[in-house]
């Protein structure tokens, strides 16, 4: 018997030392993912977008006055952007003062950083060129990997990026330090063995230009596919659904929004903007998270952009994939 448990014990300690073993790894080679850098093209643009000449003459505008029109309309374009298609307030809060994104242990809590002109902020002195490589590409000012999920937003326009960091910096600054994110220790295992992955590397291409302006508004696949990158993020690359990358682990997969029979197939436009909107799906049953947190940007959706997205959306191949 005293043999049998010294067997056992010494099981037990070398099973102990691997787990540790194997912590110690993932630890490593999370620190080193995370402190690796990267580099992605030089971009500027204009803080906000000028008015064009021709728009300038036929508002007879010029100087100062054409300047101050442009910052108010790049503002409220902004604002559509960010309460409409960009979710940026779910992760920085709605008055970008800073938010929790995830707070999940044993994943760890990953904190939006304070975006405003106030005291702890990341962005005071961010150049178009920091805002291009945070928000499009996943990189940091000193070329490490954000932990932001920048591959929802790689299709931004200059524009439309313009708009929104005119519309953030129009906000009241907020004085709040927000601490940096920590993983815990199985998210440190999901970095390490490429469960979770940085934007920067999903993103991969940070040479490639950048739109200038965005699709024309208008109900077309065009803009509908402009709009639909954002969704791509939980709905995968050919909108098939399934696990969300990186997502809470109480999120249900993503559901299929190919026009396949166990996708949307079966949908009406009415039913897709309905289920948008009230959060109730074609069946009745209620949309679960983090589909609940889209109804409130539904709300502020243009007729037109509806249109496009659905017009998108049908255009898609089917594929054939059943989400449990």
């Known amino acids: 018997m005293k043999t049998f448990l010294k067997i056992l014990g010494a099981l037990f300690l070398l099973l102990i030392l691997l787990v540790l073993g194997f912590y110690g790894w993932a630890s490593y080679s999370t620190r080193r993912i995370l402190s690796e850098t990267h580099v992605a093209h030089n971009v ?5 977008f000028p008015l064009s000449d021709s728009d300038k003459a036929a508002r007879g505008l010029e100087g100062a006055a054409a300047d ?13 952007l960010v309460t409409a298609r960009y979710v940026c307030g779910e992760c920085h809060n709605p008055a970008f003062g800073g938010g929790v994104m995830v707070d999940a242990f044993p994943i760890g809590t990953l904190l939006g950083p304070n975006i405003t002109l106030g005291k702890g902020s990341r962005t005071l002195n961010y150049t178009a060129k920091d805002w291009d490589h945070i928000v ?90 402009h709009l639909a990158a954002i969704c791509s993020g939980c709905h995968g690359a050919d909108f098939r659904g399934g696990p969300i990358p990186g997502g809470d682990p109480a999120w249900p997969p993503s559901r299929n929004l190919t026009p396949h029979a166990t ?58 994939h059943a989400i449990p």
């Open 68 to 80: 101050s029109v442009a910052l108010v309309e790049a503002v409220e374009r902004g604002r559509h």
């Open 136 to 225: 499009r590409h996943g990189i940091l000012p000193d070329g490490r990997a954000a932990i932001m999920p920048s591959e929802d937003f790689k299709s931004m326009s200059d524009q439309e990026l313009s708009d929104i960091i005119a519309y953030i910096r129009s906000a009241p600054p907020a004085d709040n330090t927000v601490p940096k994110s920590k993983l815990g220790p199985l998210g440190k295992i999901l970095v390490a063995t490429g469960q979770i992955r940085t934007s920067v590397s999903i993103i991969g291409d940070h040479q490639s230009p950048h739109m200038k302006y965005p699709p024309m508004a208008a109900p077309t696949v065009e803009f509908g596919k």
């Open 44 to 48: 500027d643009f204009p803080i906000p």
């Open 263 to 320: 996708g949307l197939a079966a949908w009406t436009y009415d039913d897709f903007v309905k289920a948008l909107t009230t959060g109730t799906r074609r069946d009745g049953t209620p949309l679960r998270a983090p589909m609940t947190l889209m109804t409130k940007y539904a709300d502020n959706m243009t007729p037109v952009e509806f249109q496009a997205l659905w017009a998108y959306l049908r255009s898609l191949p089917p594929v054939d």
